[in-house]
């Protein structure tokens, strides 16, 4: 679906969705030098956070992690599907493509859930499968993580 057919008010939008989806983009993007601190902008100081690899606390503690995830990889771009804002909160789908500095380019998809006051994001949620997407990306091992997968559920 592309912007153009998005219902008015629904997804896309100029809410603060989707100008920290715009910053989002310019962060993860090839052209990212300086865009950290447009992004910190959106967020509240006692931000809390949390994805399937950490939970943290606070605007500084966010910032440091994405520094040191931006400074450990070769490239890294994300790419949004979807934004939806309600009333005090958004969802973004997105895919982002990493390239570390050793091993094959790796693909997440993910969603995110943003809760908003004051103009603020003061909590947000990332949702992804990043053991399959790191499995997926290897030759071979990821039709055997989706069979055992298949198996488990």
Excluded: C
């Excluded at 679906?1 to 962060?27: F, I, S, T, Y």
């Excluded at 949390?50 to 500084?60: H, S, V």
């Excluded at 908003?116 to 994001?121: A, C, D, F, N, V």
């Amino acid at each position: 679906m592309g912007n153009d057919d998005r219902p008015e008010g629904k997804q896309g939008g100029g809410g603060l969705g989707a100008r920290w989806r715009d910053a989002l983009v310019r962060v993860y993007g090839p052209e990212r030098e300086g865009a950290i601190d447009s992004l910190l902008a959106f967020y509240d100081e006692d931000l809390q956070f949390r994805d399937p690899t950490q939970e943290l606390r606070g605007r500084d503690a966010f910032a440091k992690m994405n520094r040191q995830f931006l400074g450990s990889v070769r490239s890294v771009e994300v790419t949004v599907r979807d934004l939806i804002e309600g009333e005090g909160s958004f969802f973004m789908a997105w895919t982002m493509r990493v390239a570390a500095r050793i091993g094959p380019t790796v693909t997440v998809q993910g969603v995110t859930h943003a809760r908003t006051r004051g103009g603020k994001i003061f909590e947000q949620r990332d949702y992804f499968d990043l053991a399959g997407s790191v499995l997926g990306a290897l030759p071979g091992v990821s039709a055997a993580y989706r069979f055992v997968v298949k198996k488990l559920v």
